[in-house]
Protein backbone atom coordinates (compact mmCIF):
# COMPACT_ATOMS: atom_id res chain seq x y z
CA UNK A 1 0.00 0.00 0.00
CA UNK A 2 1.42 3.22 -0.98
CA UNK A 3 1.33 6.19 1.48
CA UNK A 4 -0.88 9.15 0.24
CA UNK A 5 1.19 12.49 0.46
CA UNK A 6 -1.72 15.19 1.70
CA UNK A 7 -0.70 18.39 -0.34
CA UNK A 8 -2.17 21.81 1.12
CA UNK A 9 -4.81 23.51 -0.95
CA UNK A 10 -4.96 27.64 -0.48
CA UNK A 11 -6.85 28.54 -3.18
CA UNK A 12 -10.73 29.73 -1.64
CA UNK A 13 -12.88 28.62 -5.07
CA UNK A 14 -11.31 25.07 -4.90
CA UNK A 15 -11.91 24.88 -1.32
CA UNK A 16 -15.56 25.92 -1.66
CA UNK A 17 -15.92 23.64 -4.46
CA UNK A 18 -14.20 20.42 -2.47
CA UNK A 19 -16.09 21.40 0.87
CA UNK A 20 -19.75 21.78 -0.75
CA UNK A 21 -18.93 17.66 -2.05
CA UNK A 22 -17.78 16.46 1.67
CA UNK A 23 -20.93 17.84 3.55
CA UNK A 24 -21.48 14.32 4.45
CA UNK A 25 -18.02 13.27 5.17
CA UNK A 26 -17.56 16.56 7.32
CA UNK A 27 -20.80 15.63 9.36
CA UNK A 28 -19.61 11.97 9.45
CA UNK A 29 -16.21 13.18 11.19
CA UNK A 30 -17.94 15.51 13.08
CA UNK A 31 -20.07 13.14 14.71
CA UNK A 32 -17.03 10.56 14.54
CA UNK A 33 -14.78 12.94 16.77
CA UNK A 34 -18.08 13.97 19.04
CA UNK A 35 -17.30 9.74 20.02
CA UNK A 36 -13.66 9.34 19.87
CA UNK A 37 -12.06 7.15 22.85
CA UNK A 38 -9.18 9.91 22.61
CA UNK A 39 -8.11 12.06 25.40
CA UNK A 40 -8.87 15.75 24.66
CA UNK A 41 -5.74 17.04 25.42
CA UNK A 42 -4.07 14.64 22.55
CA UNK A 43 -6.76 15.64 20.16
CA UNK A 44 -5.70 19.26 20.59
CA UNK A 45 -2.21 18.70 20.94
CA UNK A 46 -2.58 17.62 16.86
CA UNK A 47 -5.11 20.23 15.89
CA UNK A 48 -2.02 23.07 17.65
CA UNK A 49 0.30 21.12 15.75
CA UNK A 50 -1.63 20.94 12.60
CA UNK A 51 -2.63 24.96 13.09
CA UNK A 52 1.04 25.56 13.52
CA UNK A 53 2.42 23.67 10.42
CA UNK A 54 -0.68 25.09 7.95
CA UNK A 55 -0.59 28.28 9.31
CA UNK A 56 3.06 28.80 8.15
CA UNK A 57 2.04 27.87 4.74
CA UNK A 58 -1.00 30.29 4.27
CA UNK A 59 -0.31 34.19 3.92
CA UNK A 60 -3.50 35.23 5.68
CA UNK A 61 -2.45 39.07 4.83
CA UNK A 62 -2.83 37.99 0.76
CA UNK A 63 -6.19 35.52 1.77
CA UNK A 64 -8.10 37.91 4.32
CA UNK A 65 -11.27 35.41 3.55
CA UNK A 66 -12.65 35.60 6.72
CA UNK A 67 -12.46 39.25 6.70
CA UNK A 68 -14.77 39.24 3.33
CA UNK A 69 -17.38 36.68 4.32
CA UNK A 70 -17.42 36.43 8.53
CA UNK A 71 -18.11 38.97 11.30
CA UNK A 72 -16.47 39.17 14.66
CA UNK A 73 -18.08 38.59 17.31
CA UNK A 74 -17.63 42.20 19.04
CA UNK A 75 -17.63 42.47 22.76
CA UNK A 76 -18.52 45.72 24.20
CA UNK A 77 -14.58 46.16 25.24
CA UNK A 78 -13.54 45.82 21.36
CA UNK A 79 -16.43 48.51 20.79
CA UNK A 80 -14.89 51.06 22.85
CA UNK A 81 -11.22 49.99 22.24
CA UNK A 82 -12.16 50.36 18.02
CA UNK A 83 -14.03 53.36 18.69
CA UNK A 84 -11.24 55.21 20.54
CA UNK A 85 -8.80 54.17 17.76
CA UNK A 86 -11.48 55.48 14.99
CA UNK A 87 -11.78 58.96 17.04
CA UNK A 88 -15.70 58.22 17.26
CA UNK A 89 -17.84 57.75 20.04
CA UNK A 90 -18.85 54.51 20.62
CA UNK A 91 -22.27 55.41 20.10
CA UNK A 92 -21.09 56.24 16.51
CA UNK A 93 -19.64 53.33 16.23
CA UNK A 94 -22.42 51.15 16.80
CA UNK A 95 -24.75 53.47 14.86
CA UNK A 96 -22.31 53.76 11.81
CA UNK A 97 -20.28 50.47 11.34
CA UNK A 98 -22.35 47.87 13.51
CA UNK A 99 -25.19 45.91 14.34
CA UNK A 100 -26.59 44.20 17.71
CA UNK A 101 -25.65 40.22 17.56
CA UNK A 102 -29.20 38.35 17.91
CA UNK A 103 -27.08 35.21 19.16
CA UNK A 104 -25.42 36.95 22.31
CA UNK A 105 -27.00 39.51 24.18
CA UNK A 106 -24.29 42.89 24.88
CA UNK A 107 -22.32 42.12 21.44
CA UNK A 108 -22.31 43.22 18.16
CA UNK A 109 -21.18 42.31 14.26
CA UNK A 110 -20.45 44.32 11.55
CA UNK A 111 -23.34 45.68 9.69
CA UNK A 112 -22.09 45.01 6.01
CA UNK A 113 -19.57 42.63 4.80
CA UNK A 114 -16.95 42.67 3.71
CA UNK A 115 -16.12 43.69 6.79
CA UNK A 116 -15.95 47.49 6.21
CA UNK A 117 -12.64 48.18 8.87
CA UNK A 118 -10.52 45.87 5.97
CA UNK A 119 -8.71 48.97 4.33
CA UNK A 120 -6.28 47.89 1.45
CA UNK A 121 -6.11 44.34 2.51
CA UNK A 122 -5.18 45.10 5.99
CA UNK A 123 -7.42 45.33 9.06
CA UNK A 124 -7.78 48.96 10.44
CA UNK A 125 -7.17 48.20 13.49
CA UNK A 126 -3.95 46.33 13.02
CA UNK A 127 -2.95 45.00 16.15
CA UNK A 128 -5.75 46.21 18.23
CA UNK A 129 -8.51 43.90 16.10
CA UNK A 130 -11.62 42.95 18.30
CA UNK A 131 -11.07 39.66 20.08
CA UNK A 132 -12.65 37.45 17.94
CA UNK A 133 -10.37 38.20 14.95
CA UNK A 134 -7.35 37.94 16.94
CA UNK A 135 -7.86 34.47 17.91
CA UNK A 136 -9.62 33.64 14.12
CA UNK A 137 -9.45 30.76 13.02
CA UNK A 138 -10.29 29.45 17.06
CA UNK A 139 -7.90 26.37 16.71
CA UNK A 140 -5.67 26.78 19.14
CA UNK A 141 -8.51 27.15 21.50
CA UNK A 142 -8.42 23.90 24.06
CA UNK A 143 -11.38 21.28 23.90
CA UNK A 144 -11.16 21.14 20.21
CA UNK A 145 -14.15 18.24 20.00
CA UNK A 146 -16.50 21.06 21.94
CA UNK A 147 -16.25 23.88 19.45
CA UNK A 148 -16.06 21.51 16.52
CA UNK A 149 -19.26 23.05 15.25
CA UNK A 150 -17.55 26.48 14.89
CA UNK A 151 -14.66 25.12 12.87
CA UNK A 152 -16.90 23.58 10.30
CA UNK A 153 -18.64 26.40 10.01
CA UNK A 154 -14.89 28.25 9.20
CA UNK A 155 -14.26 24.69 6.87
CA UNK A 156 -15.03 26.50 3.55
CA UNK A 157 -13.47 29.77 4.46
CA UNK A 158 -10.63 29.41 5.69
CA UNK A 159 -7.56 27.55 3.89
CA UNK A 160 -6.00 26.81 6.88
CA UNK A 161 -8.98 25.45 8.96
CA UNK A 162 -9.93 23.27 5.63
CA UNK A 163 -6.27 21.82 5.77
CA UNK A 164 -6.37 20.86 9.38
CA UNK A 165 -9.37 19.72 9.42
CA UNK A 166 -8.69 17.44 6.51
CA UNK A 167 -5.10 16.13 7.92
CA UNK A 168 -6.94 15.66 11.57
CA UNK A 169 -9.48 13.44 9.21
CA UNK A 170 -6.27 11.64 8.02
CA UNK A 171 -4.32 11.19 11.12
CA UNK A 172 -7.22 9.84 13.39
CA UNK A 173 -10.16 8.51 11.47
CA UNK A 174 -7.87 6.23 9.25
CA UNK A 175 -6.24 4.74 12.48
Not at 50 to 78: F, I, M, Q, W
Not at 137 to 151: A, G, N
Amino acid sequence: MRKQIMVSVQDIKAIKTIAKRKEKENYDFYAFLKGIDMPEAEIDAMVHDLYHKYAGEVDCKTCRNCCKVSSPVLSEEDVARLAKIKGLSTFQLKHEWLKANPDEPHTFLVNNLPCPFLEAGECAFGKNKPEGCGDYPYLLKEKFTYHLHTVLDNYDKCPIVFNVVEMLKHLVWNR
